[in-house]
Nanobody
Framework: VQLQAFGGGLVQAGSSLRLSCAAS????????MAWFRQAPGKEREFVAA????????YYADSVKGRFTITRDNAKDTVYLQMNSLKPEDTAVYYC???????????????????WGQGTLVTVSS
């Protein structure tokens, strides 16, 4: 599985951005596509995830109500719509795929099998 993420950029606080991540290769019905982010000097943190089987979504508390994750199963592409961006959202955003994920693992980065290259989101105040 290969992942390609794009859509990052420099925006002002309060603006919106949409990130996309396309997966190529084999995926499984129980796979999870997720977004993580890593700010300078900080650990990588969970942002949002979408489980293909059932369409369940999961969000970090810090983005709930502002970010929306959707998935196009036919294209194996996941999107992250980010609204009301804040300077603290500044980070490199990574998409990831977990092939056989249990719910308790969804927010844990090392449980994911494949990672994209990351796309930088910078939010100015």
């Amino acid at each position: 599985v290969q992942l390609q993420a794009f859509g990052g950029g420099l925006v002002q606080a309060g603006s919106s951005l949409r990130l996309s991540c396309a997966a190529s290769g084999r995926t499984f019905s129980n796979s999870v596509m997720a977004w993580f982010r890593q700010a300078p000097g900080k650990e990588r943190e969970f942002v949002a995830a979408f489980r293909r089987n059932g369409g369940y979504t999961y969000y970090a508390d810090s983005v709930k109500g502002r970010f929306t994750i959707t998935r196009d199963n036919a294209k194996d592409t996941v999107y992250l719509q980010m609204n009301s961006l804040k300077p603290e959202d500044t980070a490199v955003y990574y998409c990831a795929v977990g092939l056989h994920m249990i719910q308790s693992s969804i927010r844990t980065s090392h449980m994911y099998d494949y990672w994209g290259q990351g796309t930088l989101v910078t939010v100015s105040s």
